[in-house]
């Protein structure tokens, strides 16, 4: 899906209006080759080493449109995991995931089958990187996906808008660090929603705060989720929710 600046502008306010986040929504790209950077103007390009989750949260929190290059990632495993860097053996056995500083599994093959899990979600072959925009003034006017960072009950209101009016089930992997390939790659490879409850990287590097949570859709399940929420709200489902106080007929 295609829009202008303006269209994803008000796409972003109307999102904001009626579920207000913390921060405004993120426009991702992936890059097919280092020349896909060049159609951006005003691109800022990650210099130091860096996540993918925490050029997602600079763009949602200094609103600016930013990209980052296989190179620029904090690890391989980083890279590997948001598509943009070839997975070596230390991936596929990994070593990250069973050795200090992290080690989330307490022995090897626990943690090859966690990376092998998340095969069937990234790409074939990596991409060139991927840039970011925040929807109050995106520079991506195709995106890949879109990611949201919001209160978890704004996320329940935000996918019950989305099978408003078009019912369906939604289920959500969890694979554990990183979720990075459940949000925004797996949206991209499947064209399903995504969804995170915070990884230790998007909390510490993302600047995913408490309490919020990450969901991803595609431009067409985004323009439909917020479509959705307006119709709950205009039949009186507002958000957030909240009882009020029912005062006796004589006061």
């Known amino acids: 899906m295609k829009l202008t600046k303006q269209e994803w502008q008000d796409l972003n306010n109307r999102l904001v209006m009626a579920l207000r986040p913390l921060t405004n929504p993120v426009a991702v790209k992936m ?7 060049k159609e951006f ?28 290059e296989p190179d620029k990632f904090l690890t391989t495993y980083c890279g590997a995991n948001c598509g943009c860097c070839e997975r070596d053996e230390e991936w596929h056995d990994g070593v990250l995931l069973s050795n200090p500083p992290y080690p989330w599994h307490g022995n090897q093959d626990a943690a090859r089958q966690h990376m092998a899990g998340y095969l069937d979600t990234l790409p074939e ?8 925009s925040p929807l109050d003034d995106n520079d991506i006017l195709e995106p890949d996906c879109i990611s949201v960072q919001i209160a978890a009950s704004g996320a329940f209101h935000l996918l019950a808008g989305l099978i408003e009016a078009d019912y369906q089930r939604i289920d959500f992997p969890f694979r554990g660090e990183s ?13 399903k929603p995504g969804l995170s409850l915070g990884c230790r990287g998007d909390r510490a590097m993302g600047n995913l705060q408490s309490g919020e949570v990450r969901v991803t859709l595609t431009c067409e399940q985004f323009v439909k989720a917020i479509e959705g929420v307006e119709n709950l709200i205009n039949r009186g489902v507002d958000y957030p929710y909240f009882a009020p106080i029912m005062l006796p007929d004589n006061v």
């Open 31 to 37: 890059i097919d080759t280092p020349e896909g950077f």
């Open 179 to 191: 979720q990075c390939v459940d949000t925004w790659m797996y949206t991209i490879k499947t064209g």
């Open 125 to 132: 072959k990596p991409y060139a990187g991927m840039v970011c």
């Open 41 to 68: 103007s005003d691109l800022k390009m990650v210099s130091n080493s860096s996540t993918g989750c925490q050029v997602i949260g600079i763009a949602a929190h200094f609103h600016m449109t930013i990209g980052i």
